[in-house]
């Protein structure tokens, strides 16, 4: 009879705790790690020849939006065969539990708004057999998955199923509604919810923005009824608040602040959003880290969500919010109702000279550092209008005698809406900034957004550019740094005992591959049509590795899915809790 399931042979072995890298042979049994050394002559079902290739744990993305995706696509492409092994979803608030019937519809809008999943592709996919968190969660655990599954209790959704969109917008909860909620949090976190996730931007410079237009419920949220929420965690001492309270220069991180104190030695982690690179505020970088430092220095049980990869959005008019939906001209084009009532809007001149005195006034930190750097990338069939392709908005601009915003509103006049722009890198291409911030070790990996704003662009290869930027060409970390910055760290900052790095034990959750193979197309997304009645998104070309496993089980074989789906639904509290349960038995 065999020893193990499977013995992963002849590979050199990054286990992800930071350690050097070693030669060994990985024998695993029942889904987990069960021996690492030499294992030539034991027995398996299987034995994988990995001789010149890497082992390293899966990749943790502790930032996504697979929620609906997760009903079509059991692997989450493209994070799945870009060796993502572990997602996190419902941040920022939003997600599709706590429901009811008949605040389905709304809550689809929302979500199409604020994450750019499409309302068409949620109802095809959607059952919609739940309504309360523990429901939705069963729901979750019986899905083929072939990635684990965490998931945040999204506050906006708790908000609306006590008080109703409209009370949750425009007033405080009463007494009775706030026991409601604490009672709602702590049903949702024995079923297994990883803790809180909530977007507090205020209504300015916010580009998260309801199917009306206005500010989500938690983006008005009185700050002390916020701390009020998340005061259940801590008094359960466990969990995780996910908090997006400052982005560059808009929101207010004085309330990440005050949650902190308020949660400051109960065992509960606070993921403060967040930070990125920038080559237009060079000195970004070291001021965030310098308040983090400070955060951690009191006592406080805070690390940092950042976004650090070379990720660009590709968008026509009417995708602007993701990359400047916090500009208010940007957010009435976001309320049109059809094409036809956007052409009208943008061809006003009065609205084109507001939102140009707008951009102006509020300068490059919109539109994905600018609408100037913005490269033409389609303009329809009209032959007149190819002198145009692939042309900064800038350069055009120059040559007509316009200004920017002008020049990007006739074009899209002029091409019917099939206007489509690339914008330059988001961040900056610097990758000492990069290594720098994502390398910190109060910093999580969050630039990939998996599973929303589909028309705009696929990130879940994020893990693999970092791979290819900041090991094999900038050489600014060694494999064995990345692979715990990828994994182990941002396991541990969400709780997880027993994911992240390959030591017995811990699930077996794996990547077998060639650091030299790996590779990512940087000039433009590639767009497929795998939605929901064949509908198209973009994501990256990206991938190279030989093999993934989740627990186990091979997933991917050369970027390819195997049909394989052993993710799970990870229940981080009930979990520990059973564990240790058994341990003192």
Same mark, same amino acid.
């Given at each position: 009879m065999a020893r193990f399931d499977t013995i992963i042979s002849g590979g050199r072995v990054v286990d992800g705790t930071?350690?050097?890298? *070693?030669?060994?042979?990985?024998?695993?049994?029942?889904?987990?790690?069960?021996?690492?050394?030499?294992?030539?002559?034991? #027995?398996?079902?299987?034995?994988?020849?990995?001789?010149?290739?890497?082992?390293? %744990?899966?990749?943790?993305?502790?930032?996504?939006?697979?929620?609906v995706a997760l009903f079509w696509d059991p692997w989450c492409s493209n994070a799945g065969e870009n060796g993502v092994t572990t997602v996190v979803n419902a941040n920022c608030g939003f997600g599709i539990a706590p429901i009811r019937a008949t605040d389905r519809e709304r809550a689809m809008m929302m979500l199409e708004t604020t994450e750019q999943i499409p309302v068409a592709h949620q109802r095809a996919a959607l059952p919609w057999d739940w309504e309360t968190f523990p429901d939705y969660l069963a729901r979750v655990e019986a899905l083929r998955k072939g990635v684990n599954v965490l998931t945040y209790l999204p506050l906006n959704m708790l908000l609306i199923w006590v008080m109703g969109v409209d009370a949750a917008k425009s007033r405080r909860p009463t007494p009775a509604e706030m026991a409601e909620m604490h009672r709602l949090i702590n049903e949702a976190m024995d079923a297994g919810a990883l803790g809180i996730s909530m977007s507090c931007m205020g209504a300015e410079g916010n580009s998260h923005l309801d199917c009306d237009g206005t500010p989500?419920?938690?983006?008005?949220?009185?700050?002390?009824?916020?701390?009020?929420?998340?005061?259940?965690?801590?008094?359960?001492?466990?969990?995780?608040?996910?908090?997006?309270?400052h982005l560059i220069i808009y929101g207010d991180r004085s309330l990440t602040e005050r949650v902190l104190e308020m949660a400051k030695g109960t065992g509960v982690t606070v993921i403060h959003n967040a930070f990125m690179t920038s080559d237009i505020m060079p000195g970004k970088v070291e001021e965030d880290l310098a308040w983090l430092e400070q955060m951690r220095a009191r006592g406080y049980d805070v690390v940092g969500n950042v976004l650090a990869n070379r990720g660009w959005v590709e968008a026509g008019i009417r995708q602007l919010d993701v990359g400047c939906g916090m500009l208010a001209s940007v957010r009435r084009i976001m309320a049109c109702q059809s094409d036809g009532e956007v052409l009208a809007l943008i061809g006003e001149p009065e609205f084109c000279a507001a939102f140009a005195a707008e951009y102006a006034a509020k300068g490059q930190t919109n539109g994905a550092n600018g609408l100037e750097g913005q490269i033409v990338i389609g303009v329809g069939d009209d032959p007149a209008l190819t002198q145009f392709m692939d042309r900064t908005l800038a350069d055009i601009a120059a040559e007509t005698g316009q200004g920017v915003v002008e020049t990007m509103l006739n074009l899209a006049v002029s091409t019917g809406l099939a206007l489509q722009?690339?914008? %330059?890198?988001?961040?900056?291409?610097?990758?000492?900034?990069?290594?720098?911030? *994502?390398?910190? $070790?109060?910093?999580?990996?969050?630039?990939?957004?998996?599973?929303?704003? @589909?028309?705009?662009?696929?990130?879940?290869?994020?893990?693999?550019?970092?791979?290819?930027?900041?090991?094999? =060409?900038?050489?600014?970390?060694?494999?064995? =740094?990345?692979?715990?910055?990828?994994?182990?760290?941002?396991?541990?900052?969400?709780?997880?005992?027993?994911? &992240?790095?390959?030591? %017995?034990? *811990?699930?077996?959750?794996?990547? !077998?591959?060639?650091?030299? +193979?790996?590779? *990512?197309?940087? #000039?433009? $997304?590639?767009?497929?049509?795998?939605?929901? &009645?064949?509908?198209?998104?973009?994501?990256?070309?990206?991938?190279?590795?030989?093999?993934?496993?989740?627990?186990?089980?091979?997933?991917?074989?050369?970027?390819?899915? @195997?049909?394989? @789906?052993? &993710?799970?639904?990870?229940?981080?509290? %009930?979990?520990?809790? @059973? +564990?240790?349960? !058994?341990?003192?038995?």
């Open positions: 930071g350690s050097p890298a *070693f030669y060994a042979d990985i024998g695993i049994a029942g889904g987990r790690v069960t021996a690492i050394g030499e294992l030539s002559t034991d #027995q398996a079902a299987q034995r994988i020849d990995a001789s010149g290739k890497i082992v390293a %744990p899966g990749h943790v993305n502790q930032h996504s939006h697979y929620d989500m419920p938690t983006d008005v949220l009185d700050h002390d009824v916020v701390v009020e929420v998340c005061s259940a965690l801590a008094r359960r001492g466990e969990g995780v608040i996910q908090l997006l309270s722009l690339r914008s %330059p890198i988001i961040g900056s291409l610097d990758p000492k900034q990069a290594a720098r911030l *994502f390398g910190h $070790y109060a910093t999580v990996l969050g630039g990939s957004d998996g599973g929303a704003h @589909t028309k705009s662009f696929g990130l879940g290869h994020v893990p693999t550019d970092m791979l290819i930027w900041l090991v094999r =060409e900038a050489k600014l970390m060694t494999l064995e =740094e990345i692979h715990f910055h990828l994994a182990l760290k941002v396991a541990r900052a969400l709780q997880i005992k027993d994911r &992240g790095a390959l030591l %017995p034990g *811990f699930w077996a959750d794996l990547l !077998i591959y060639d650091l030299e +193979s790996l590779h *990512f197309d940087m #000039q433009r $997304y590639e767009i497929v049509h795998d939605m929901p &009645g064949g509908d198209w998104r973009r994501k990256g070309r990206a991938g190279g590795y030989d093999v993934i496993m989740v627990n186990g089980e091979i997933t991917h074989r050369a970027d390819t899915p @195997t049909g394989a @789906t052993p &993710g799970k639904l990870v229940r981080v509290c %009930p979990d520990r809790n @059973t +564990s240790l349960a !058994i341990a003192a038995e």
